[in-house]
């Protein structure tokens, strides 16, 4: 966990690694459609994605995975797996890699059983299962459909359905010490990496402080490039983007800021 | 490896590692599309992806995944990273992984030296870099854009656009023995996980050969959950489907084959 001593310290890279949990996207049912947005929240916060994993609904694997990357980042978010059916292993699988103990949750009881009563819903005993909370942990609430993730050390369990664990994700600023912000700038041309690849290298060796990152892309009958600067100085960044659309003129190519059209 | 004596062995399970490599689609720019096409193809070949991981452009985290996961899993494949530019790191991190040396590969220079007299462009130093391939790899062609990919050992690197993926992909059935083949039927109904989800359980627990996965889904006003279940032996898995369906209109819903309309 970062230490409280470097709350907005603007110079400090603060990590996490995203986990997936759940076969649906392994075996190409399910296109994954949490990384992105996890990814780009947590920017916004000043914690940057470094790793994501994607994992099946096998409890070993869970547990291996999981205290592997808790140690290595200063953040761990996982999806999928906190429903109530029998392949939700994930708060079982959590609180084992934790070596503590699982239970119902009280205030996660109290929620779900004021859900199902408004709803006219019955509280069976796999809905409970959704109350089932490691030890220590504390509750993510979950407006939309009630059952909670929750936080565990530096690990944050959320929901696999995008819209619900959206709101968890959004509900944990608070909860986070981000560090640095990473900002991007992309300029994009209608003309091949290879052309401006040796330049752009250069460019990349003058500025170290900037990650520059080259994409090709294909629209139909159109190709082209393009290049994206990260970085947390904003001045600098403008000053690299500034370069690099000099740089592709000099190839007799038209730049555009942003995206290709 | 898969043992030679393994071939067409129905039983034997293969695994393989999908490790995607770029800066890209960690930081949210771009959303993966290869996973996907990568996991069903291999399926049909008989190979199962277990994990998948998402890893930054630098090279030290590029050498420990791939040491790491190729020893774990019997295949493994990349994608991202075999282009011209200083950012594509991917070929000499393969070679440093497996601790050879790597240069320009006699075959991969002379197919696109041919490619760039053809189109006119410009055979530079940063394109003479898509030829350089770790000694001892073999290459996978790219009839696309000519930049060939290659194997080493258990591992195939692939480009990162995915329509040079997806080419490269289907070129490599006769390199992969796969084993046992992964059959999936869905049932679909507007009904509520929670509902279902204990006699799905005592469904699973009936027939632990079949694994029954439950995927809650919304799609505007109406949710309803997709129950899949997958495994080698077709006859058992229409038996378990039908047995879902019936589960299903115990509780008044009307299941449909497949997905939700």
């Given at each position: 966990?970062?230490?409280?001593?470097?709350?907005?310290?603007?110079?400090?890279?603060?990590?996490?690694?995203?986990?997936?949990?759940?076969?649906?996207?392994?075996?190409?049912?399910?296109?994954?459609?949490?990384?992105?947005?996890?990814?780009?929240?947590?920017?916004?916060?000043?914690?940057?994605?470094?790793?994501?994993?994607?994992?099946?609904?096998?409890?070993?694997?869970?547990?291996?995975?999981?205290?592997?990357?808790?140690?290595?980042?200063?953040?761990?978010?996982?999806?999928?797996?906190?429903?109530?059916?029998?392949?939700?292993?994930?708060?079982?699988?959590?609180?084992?890699?934790?070596?503590?103990?699982?239970?119902?949750?009280?205030?996660?009881?109290?929620?779900?059983?004021?859900?199902?009563?408004?709803?006219?819903?019955?509280?069976?005993?796999?809905?409970?299962?959704?109350?089932?909370?490691?030890?220590?942990?504390?509750?993510?609430?979950?407006?939309?459909?009630?059952?909670?993730?929750?936080?565990?050390?530096?690990?944050?369990?959320?929901?696999?359905?995008?819209?619900?664990?959206?709101?968890?994700?959004?509900?944990?600023?608070?909860?986070?010490?981000?560090?640095?912000?990473?900002?991007?700038?992309?300029?994009?041309?209608?003309?091949?990496e290879?052309?401006?690849?040796?330049?752009?290298?250069?460019?990349?060796?003058?500025?170290?402080?900037?990650?520059?990152g080259s994409y090709?892309?294909?629209?139909?009958?159109?190709?082209?490039?393009?290049v994206?600067?990260?970085?947390?100085?904003?001045?600098?960044?403008?000053?690299?983007?500034?370069?690099?659309?000099?740089?592709?003129?000099?190839?007799?190519?038209?730049?555009?800021?942003?995206?290709?059209?």
């Amino acid at each position: 966990m970062p230490e409280k001593s470097n709350i907005n310290a603007a110079n400090k890279l603060v990590t996490a690694c995203v986990v997936l949990i759940g076969d649906e996207v392994l075996s190409g049912r399910t296109r994954d459609a949490n990384l992105g947005y996890i990814a780009k929240h947590l920017n916004q916060i000043g914690v940057q994605v470094r790793e994501a994993r994607v994992i099946p609904d096998i409890e070993q694997v869970i547990v291996d995975t999981i205290n592997e990357v808790r140690t290595r980042y200063d953040y761990v978010f996982t999806t999928g797996g906190i429903g109530p059916t029998h392949d939700d292993i994930t708060a079982d699988s959590i609180a084992k890699a934790f070596g503590v103990g699982i239970g119902y949750h009280p205030q996660a009881m109290a929620t779900l059983e004021m859900h199902y009563q408004e709803t006219g819903g019955e509280f069976t005993e796999a809905r409970k299962r959704m109350a089932r909370i490691p030890e220590g942990a504390s509750l993510i609430a979950n407006p939309l459909s009630k059952a909670p993730g929750f936080q565990i050390g530096n690990v944050f369990v959320m929901a696999g359905v995008p819209m619900v664990m959206q709101v968890m994700m959004d509900s944990l600023t608070d909860r986070l010490e981000g560090g640095a912000t990473m900002q991007s700038r992309t300029v994009s041309a209608q003309i091949g990496e290879g052309t401006i690849a040796e330049r752009l290298g250069a460019l990349q060796a003058q500025f170290p402080e900037v990650g520059i990152g080259s994409y090709p892309y294909y629209r139909g009958k159109t190709f082209g490039t393009s290049v994206v600067m990260r970085g947390t100085d904003v001045a600098l960044l403008e000053r690299v983007a500034a370069e690099a659309e000099a740089l592709i003129r000099g190839f007799g190519a038209e730049p555009v800021s942003g995206d290709p059209a």
